[in-house]
């Protein structure tokens, strides 16, 4: 009975010390959001620019992180004449480290983007798509820090990867203006 009850004792050390090292693991190593790229988005912010057309628009933005940190939650209003919203929920992948972006808007949308990540003031979100005539899309949005206030975002497309045309962009300026989204 001592043989069982000690050898119970080391398998029991054993797995409580190689799961704490397992777990320490996981958190040292984990891949988050730069913390300035946090301070940066989070808030509120309001834009004006202009579709390829020539057309303006505006709209309206908040970032805020949720889910304990490891996620930023992110809400797009257009102002008129425009009626486009979404919801998009960026993060960090857990297994691979690549930045995640998922759009859902109210056209009943749903994208997923990839990306590198934020480096040198600037996010690029890239995605691809079929279109409903079978035809391959790339989608691309831009959002680039201009000032400690202001940054620009262009959505862009292209049939190719390589040749991108301008669908629309915004300069956004931070606002202390409560929308509703």
């Not at 303006?56 to 009626?83: K, R, V």
């Not at 056209?107 to 934020?118: I, L, V």
């Amino acid at each position: 009975m001592k043989k069982i009850s000690f050898f119970s004792f080391l398998i029991t050390l054993f797995l409580l010390n190689n799961s704490n090292l397992i777990h320490a693991q996981k958190r040292d190593g984990e891949k988050r959001f730069p913390e300035d790229f946090i301070s940066f988005f989070t808030g509120k912010w309001h834009g004006q620019g202009e579709f390829a057309s020539g057309m303006s628009i505006q709209a309206d933005l908040s970032f805020e992180m949720t889910l304990d940190g490891t996620w930023m939650i992110y809400h797009h209003t257009d102002g008129p004449p425009t009626s486009f919203k979404a919801t998009s929920m960026w993060g960090v992948d857990k297994w691979t480290g690549e930045f995640k972006a998922h759009i859902f808007d109210n056209f009943k949308g749903h994208r997923s983007f990839e990306s590198q990540g934020w480096k040198n003031d600037k996010l690029i979100l890239t995605t691809k798509r079929k279109l409903p005539n079978g035809d391959i899309q790339f989608e691309r949005f831009v959002y680039e820090k201009l000032s400690p206030d202001r940054f620009k975002m262009t959505f862009a497309i292209s049939k190719d990867k390589a040749n991108w045309r301008m669908f629309d962009y915004l300069i956004f300026n931070r606002s202390d203006e409560d929308f509703n989204n």
